[in-house]
């Protein structure tokens, strides 16, 4: 079973700031996925990458395979950045068919 | 397009009732699942379904039936709730690629919390 940690568990940050977020998994897979669950609890997908590095406005995501280690990062944040933001893989193996999400990272950013 | 949709958006269940929570998509999408989330854990999948007429259990199935009789719809069913069924629960879908649900985009619902009393 693939274990996924997130760090921080919780983050305060004033607007401005850059952020950056980490997800460590334990076995091989075929893509990781990053997530934000809004304040209200939708779940949004910001970012499935497999290799390299994703960037999309203010959020850029980045993955290690070797070191099984992906980092979120946004620059210049802003209150409405504040969410919960989410780590998870999906694992290479053709009967396997499931994610295995991270306990989720709490963002707060202050104006 | 709506995406996805879950129905209802609330529910209190007194313990040994029954209920079906309804997804449904208009994505076209083959895969769909159902997740629960609970605090201080990730979500975790209950069952999922790779096209019309088929389901499979997920990491935590026990409790749950499903049905997926039509491409667009997804039921998660409670023949007798339990406290430990209180939750917010989540439907996903995503579209085919390649055979492996892990390397799809999930396109999620906005939940429905239930508590079971």
């Known amino acids: 079973k693939n274990e996924v940690e997130q760090s921080p568990q919780n983050l305060t940050a004033q607007e401005g700031e850059f952020i950056t977020i980490n997800c460590s998994y334990s076995?091989?897979?075929?893509?990781l996925h990053w997530l934000q669950q809004h304040p209200g609890g939708g779940i949004v997908s910001l970012f499935m990458?497999?290799?390299g590095k994703k960037k999309h406005g203010r959020l850029i995501a980045t993955i290690n395979i070797q070191e099984k280690h992906s980092s979120l990062h946004i620059t210049a944040s802003h209150p409405r950045d504040s969410a919960v933001y989410i780590c998870a893989v999906g694992e290479r193996g053709g009967s396997n068919y499931k994610l295995t999400f991270g306990k989720g990272t709490l963002l707060t950013v202050n104006p | 397009n709506a995406g996805v949709t879950q129905t209802p958006k609330f529910r209190v269940l007194k313990t040994g009732q029954s209920m079906t929570l309804l997804c449904a998509q208009d994505?076209?999408?083959?895969?769909m699942y159902w997740y629960r989330q609970d605090p201080g854990m990730g979500l975790r999948l209950i069952h999922y379904s790779v096209g019309e007429g088929t389901t499979a259990k997920g990491e935590v199935p026990d409790g749950y039936n499903v049905s997926r009789l039509k491409k667009q719809n997804f039921l998660l069913g409670l023949e007798s709730a339990a406290p430990s069924q209180t939750s917010v629960y989540f439907c996903a879908s995503s579209r085919q690629r390649g055979g492996r649900m892990g390397t799809d985009t999930q396109y999620f619902g906005p939940g429905t919390r239930l508590t079971v009393l």
């Open positions: 994505m076209n999408h083959e895969y």
């Open positions: 076995v091989g897979i075929s893509a």
């Open positions: 990458l497999s290799s």
